[in-house]
């Protein structure tokens, strides 16, 4: 029996991307079908090249053309993929796909060492990633990614000049401690530092962009705002620990973003120091802050649980030599973080299909 291009099209018409529940055909996602003979190639475009649902995805390509079309044949599958962006009013950042703010109701609850962990994963999966660091109250990404001593690169474009980006272990970074000593840092003043965010995110050269993470300080203040009003931002990530009182302040800043004039989507919450392991017992898991904190905040607020970070004496480590923990493919914290970073990527393009789906809707009634 043969068949054509047309016959395995409308065989991938039997297969649903997972998380946007539809067909992978009217979601663009299949390009360069093929047909010689026996031989059957095709390429598939995930949403993201840390997507979790990849393998899955292909046996259902490969059942469904063995189903519709025929049983004995060639099969080639290429999985790629095209990171996806929505943005209704793009103010600036041509280049950038998606802006996700991490903030945290208290300090000190890792939102630093959960930004640099994620960055460095969704970078070892392919995607091109950025940090911004605006944490004016302690900007921790020069140590973290062992660039104490960095600064950026200046060049003159048209006549403005721009800052280029330090780069270290795959991921762009700017960040306040690039611009001051450690010590003078604290005695920025917020419209200083709103002012140094604006020229991150409009006087610098990122160039292309999957992923540009932008580091908020601790609570709710002057700098979300400038940042809200200087970018389209994708969405928000809370970082919290169990405790109460982080808790509290965790549901402070996502109300935030949920406010009317904020209205930032929170792709998700990350629960870290979530329980305590001793790397030599990693089966027992002591939870000295209380437990589940992270779920019940996102299950209250109906947005997603991306993950939970135990306490380990590497992540603290890491972070002070200057090498994030997700950088050591032993460990069993890393693999936490890199599933934590598949889950926000999976979030974002959900997202952004909604919101394409939103305004899709919009148009329709304008009719
Ligand atoms: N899961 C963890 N296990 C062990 N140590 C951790 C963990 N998460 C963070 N730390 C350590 O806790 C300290 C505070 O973390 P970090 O600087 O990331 O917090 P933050 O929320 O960004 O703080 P800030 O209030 O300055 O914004 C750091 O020394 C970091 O290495």
């Given at each position: 029996?043969?068949?054509?291009?047309?016959?395995?099209?409308?065989?991938?018409?039997?297969?649903?991307?997972?998380?946007?529940?539809?067909?992978?055909?009217?979601?663009?996602?299949?390009?360069?079908?093929?047909?010689?003979?026996?031989?059957?190639?095709?390429?598939?475009?995930?949403?993201?090249?840390?997507?979790?649902?990849?393998?899955?995805?292909?046996?259902?390509?490969?059942?469904?053309?063995?189903?519709?079309?025929?049983?004995?044949?060639?099969?080639?599958?290429?999985?790629?993929?095209?990171?996806?962006?929505?943005?209704?009013?793009?103010?600036?950042?041509?280049?950038?796909?998606?802006?996700?703010?991490?903030?945290?109701?208290?300090?000190?609850?890792?939102?630093?060492?959960?930004?640099?962990?994620?960055?460095?994963?969704?970078?070892?999966?392919?995607?091109?990633?950025?940090?911004?660091?605006?944490?004016?109250?302690?900007?921790?990404?020069?140590?973290?990614?062992?660039?104490?001593?960095?600064?950026?690169?200046?060049?003159?474009?048209?006549?403005?000049?721009?800052?280029?980006?330090?780069?270290?272990?795959?991921?762009?970074?700017?960040?306040?401690?690039?611009?001051?000593?450690?010590?003078?840092?604290?005695?920025?003043?917020?419209?200083?530092?709103?002012?140094?965010?604006?020229?991150?995110?409009?006087?610098?050269?990122?160039?292309?962009?999957?992923?540009?993470?932008?580091?908020?300080?601790?609570?709710?203040?002057?700098?979300?705002?400038?940042?809200?009003?200087?970018?389209?931002?994708?969405?928000?990530?809370?970082?919290?620990?169990?405790?109460?009182?982080?808790?509290?302040?965790?549901?402070?800043?996502?109300?935030?973003?949920?406010?009317?004039?904020?209205?930032?989507?929170?792709?998700g919450v990350v629960e870290n120091m979530a329980y305590f392991t001793p790397e030599e017992l990693p089966d027992n898991q002591y939870y000295i802050f209380g437990r589940d904190g992270g779920k019940l905040l996102s299950s209250r607020y109906e947005v997603p649980f991306l993950g939970e970070v135990p306490i380990v004496q590497g992540i603290r480590e890491g972070g002070d030599a200057g090498e994030p923990i997700v950088m050591d493919e032993n460990s069993p914290v890393s693999k936490a973080f890199a599933r934590i970073a598949e889950e926000l990527a999976r979030n974002v393009a959900i997202r952004n299909?909604?919101?394409?789906?939103?305004?899709?809707?919009?148009?329709?009634?304008?009719?």
């Open positions: 029996m043969s068949f054509t291009e047309k016959d395995v099209i409308n065989a991938l018409r039997h297969v649903d991307d997972p998380d946007l529940k539809k067909d992978l055909i009217t979601l663009n996602m299949v390009k360069d079908v093929k047909v010689e003979g026996k031989k059957v190639s095709f390429t598939v475009v995930l949403t993201t090249p840390a997507c979790p649902l990849k393998e899955r995805i292909r046996q259902d390509c490969e059942n469904a053309v063995k189903e519709h079309v025929a049983e004995d044949l060639e099969l080639d599958i290429n999985m790629t993929a095209t990171v996806t962006s929505y943005v209704a009013d793009k103010k600036s950042l041509s280049e950038v796909k998606n802006v996700i703010a991490i903030a945290s109701g208290k300090g000190g609850v890792g939102k630093s060492t959960v930004t640099a962990n994620l960055a460095v994963a969704l970078a070892q999966t392919g995607a091109k990633v950025g940090i911004i660091d605006a944490d004016i109250y302690g900007p921790s990404m020069p140590t973290m990614f062992n660039m104490e001593n960095a600064r950026p690169g200046v060049v003159e474009r048209e006549g403005k000049t721009m800052m280029i980006p330090v780069e270290q272990y795959g991921v762009k970074i700017l960040s306040i401690g690039f611009l001051t000593q450690p010590q003078d840092a604290v005695i920025w003043r917020g419209p200083m530092a709103s002012s140094a965010l604006r020229q991150f995110i409009t006087d610098t050269e990122w160039g292309e962009l999957d992923y540009l993470f932008v580091d908020l300080p601790p609570g709710t203040g002057d700098i979300h705002l400038s940042l809200v009003q200087n970018a389209s931002v994708t969405g928000a990530v809370i970082v919290t620990t169990p405790q109460k009182v982080a808790l509290a302040d965790a549901q402070r800043g996502l109300s935030m973003f949920q406010s009317q004039s904020v209205n930032v989507p929170v792709l299909a909604a919101q394409s789906e939103t305004e899709r809707v919009e148009i329709k009634t304008w009719e």
